[in-house]
C-alpha cells in the first residue's frame, strides 16, 4: 500500500494563520493527533520545505501533505525462504543470514524474520509484542547464525526463562582486526547507549548492564585474529562493543572501527574481498538450551556463511 498525498494552495482568506490550524480546516477527515504526527515527522512541506506547526502562512503558499499508509496491527505472514536446521512442535531453529532484520518495527514491516516465520508455521507464540510472535532472543541485522523461535506460548516463557537465567549456551565465531596477542580472555563492562549516538552502544562506567565476553583464538593470521566467542549476557552489540573497547572490533563491523583498516592491508586480492563485505564478520554458531517439553539439554550449530568460507580460503591460500 503506498503513500497518498494532497496538494493546497493557501487562498487571501487565510493570511496569517498556523499551518496546523489552516490542515485541521481544510482536512477534516484527519485527527488532530494525526496532523501532528504528519508534520512531526516531516511528511508536510510548505512551499517545497519541511515546516513546523507554527509557521504563519500567506496567500499563493503551496502546502504538500504526504500520508503513510496505516501501520498494521500486527506482523503478517510473508513467503520468506527460511535455513531450517531443527522444527517441531514447540520451537524452530533457523541459520539466520546476514541482512535479515528479525521482527517488523516503525516503517518497516515487511521482508523479516518474523513475516517468513509466520508463513511458515501458521502461527508463533502470541506472548509479548505482537510484531514479535516468538521471539526470545535477537541476533543484529548484519550477524548471521542459529536462533531459536518460541511456536507456543508455554515455549516462549521457558525460553525466555532460560535466557533470562544466562543458563543459555551461546557460541559465536567471529574475525578481528589486528592480531591478538594472549591465547583468550574475558571482558566484562557495564554497556549502554553512547551518548552521542544513540542507535550505537558503548561501555560504560556507571550507568548501563553488566556483559560479560568470553574469547578465545582459534587461528591467526597477518593482520587478523579468528575467534571463538562465548556470551556469558547478551546485550545489545555485546561482542561488538567488548572487541572494540580491546582495540580489536570484529573485522568490517561499520560502527565500531572494523573497516577502518582494510584499506591498508598489503594483499590487494584480501583487500579486495573485505571490501565487497557489508556487514560484521561475526556468525552464532552454537545454540544450546533445555528444550520446553523435553526436558533435556539440545545444542544446535549453523556452518560458516559464505563469507567466512571466501575469507578462510584467501588466508589459506
Known amino acids: 500500500m503506498e503513500s497518498t498525498s494532497k496538494t493546497h494552495i493557501v487562498s487571501p482568506e487565510d493570511r496569517g494563520i498556523r499551518l496546523d490550524i489552516y490542515l485541521a480546516a481544510h482536512n477534516p477527515s484527519l485527527t488532530r493527533s494525526h496532523l501532528k504526527r504528519l508534520i512531526e515527522s516531516g511528511n508536510v512541506k510548505l512551499n517545497d520545505t519541511i515546516s513546523k506547526a507554527g509557521e504563519k502562512i500567506k496567500p499563493g503558499d503551496r502546502i504538500e501533505i504526504s500520508i503513510p499508509p496505516p501501520e498494521p496491527l500486527r506482523a503478517f505472514p510473508e513467503p520468506i525462504s527460511l535455513n531450517i536446521l531443527h522444527e517441531d512442535s514447540d520451537v524452530i531453529v533457523i541459520n539466520k543470514p546476514a541482512g535479515l532484520v528479525i521482527h517488523p518495527a516503525a516503517g518497516h514491516y515487511s521482508g523479516t524474520l518474523v513475516n517468513g516465520l509466520l508463513y511458515h508455521c501458521k502461527g508463533l507464540s502470541s506472548f509479548g509484542d505482537p510484531f514479535r510472535p516468538g521471539i526470545v532472543h535477537r541476533l543484529d541485522k548484519n550477524t548471521s547464525g542459529v536462533m531459536v523461535v518460541a511456536k507456543n506460548d508455554y515455549s516462549h516463557q521457558h525460553l525466555a526463562a532460560q535466557f533470562k537465567a544466562h543458563t543459555v549456551t551461546k557460541e559465536y565465531r567471529g574475525f578481528v582486526v589486528g592480531v591478538m596477542e594472549e591465547d583468550k580472555g574475558t571482558v566484562s563492562s557495564l554497556i549502554g547507549r553512547n551518548p552521542r549516538d544513540p542507535k550505537k552502544m558503548s561501555v560504560r ?37 567488548h572487541l572494540a573497547s580491546i582495540h580489536h572490533p570484529v573485522l568490517c563491523d561499520p560502527d565500531y572501527g572494523g573497516r577502518k583498516a582494510i584499506a591498508s592491508l598489503p594483499d590487494p586480492d584480501v583487500r579486495q574481498l ?8 561475526l556468525h552464532a554458531s552454537i545454540l544450546g538450551f533445555i528444550h520446553p517439553t523435553r526436558e533435556e539439554q539440545v545444542e544446535f550449530f549453523a556452518p560458516l556463511p559464505e563469507d567466512f568460507h571466501l575469507l578462510l580460503q584467501k588466508l589459506e591460500g
Open 205 to 241: 562506567q556507571h550507568q548501563g548492564k553488566m556483559a560479560i565476553t568470553h574469547w578465545e583464538v582459534f587461528k591467526r593470521y597477518p593482520f587478523f585474529t579468528f575467534l571463538t566467542i562465548k556470551l556469558e549476557t547478551g546485550r545489545t552489540h555485546q561482542i561488538r562493543v
Open 274 to 281: 573485505l571490501a565487497s563485505v557489508k556487514r560484521q564478520l
